[in-house]
């Protein structure tokens, strides 16, 4: 199972880090990703690390949000720097058995999170 945490409200411009516990998530190949969907919008993937440790991001977050996976590989984070108000939402972390790892396919996830809402008043 995936639980997020180190979710929260920051002034624009802040920075937040959410983890995901990916712990007894063993496999070959795997997709690790982020998704968020904000009120009245669909949920779109945001990032995503896989079994290669490489990385991919939405254009919108690109240079702003980091994604990374501890060396036991039992945590995901995603660093989220220069925070504005459009990036509030709940966040969730996913995961999923596949050797191309495409952070834009929901299709690609079997698990995911409850989700931890960021929030950055305007």
């Known amino acids: 199972h995936l639980r997020e945490s180190g979710g929260g409200s920051v002034e624009s411009g802040g920075s937040l880090t959410l983890s995901c516990s990916t712990s007894?998530?063993?496999?070959?190949?795997?997709?690790l990703g982020w998704w968020r969907q904000a009120q009245g919008g669909e949920r779109e993937g945001v990032a995503a690390?896989?079994?290669?440790?490489?990385?991919t991001y939405i254009d919108f977050v690109n240079g702003r949000f980091t994604v990374a996976q501890d060396n036991a590989k039992t945590t995901l984070y995603l660093q989220m720097n220069s925070l504005q108000p459009d990036d509030t939402a709940p966040y969730y972390c996913?995961?999923?058995?596949?050797?191309?790892?495409?952070?834009?396919?929901?299709?690609?996830?079997?698990?995911w999170g409850p989700g931890a809402q960021v929030t950055v008043p305007s």
């Open positions: 007894n998530y063993n496999h070959e190949f795997y997709c």
């Open positions: 690390l896989d079994h290669n440790v490489v990385t």
């Open positions: 996913a995961s999923g058995v596949v050797y191309y790892c495409r952070y834009w396919s929901p299709l690609q996830f079997s698990l």
